[in-house]
């Protein structure tokens, strides 16, 4: 199973479960769509019981998932962090600007890199 923790604006719900269930249908993937209406939060859990072809899939189902929340105005994490999956989608996500805030952030609070070192930067 593969989770993502995906936000779009409320309007863009509708749209985002309807692609998720045409991603996963174009894969020969299961998907379960559920989460927070109110605050736009959408938890998108991909399954399948061949797990050797989902592994060998899932890097392009990934970021089709990225790319369509990105299109629908969304972030992709909401409420759970982005994590190491997400971590080389950062820029996309973000931009190079925002990106090099957070650096510098880490930097000033954590100058000798000792907390999750490796990590996210």
Known sequence: MEAHDLTVPRSGIPRLVAAMHHLAERHGLEVACFGHAGDGNIHVNLMSQDAGRFESILPQVNADVVG??????????????????????????????????????????????????????
């Open 68 to 121: 369509t929340t990105l299109e629908l105005g969304g972030s992709i994490s909401g409420e759970h962090g982005t994590g190491c999956v997400k971590k080389k989608y950062l820029r996309q996500a973000l931009g190079q600007t925002e990106l090099a805030l957070m650096q510098a952030i880490k930097g000033a609070i954590d100058p000798e890199n000792l907390m999750n070192p490796g990590k996210i930067f």
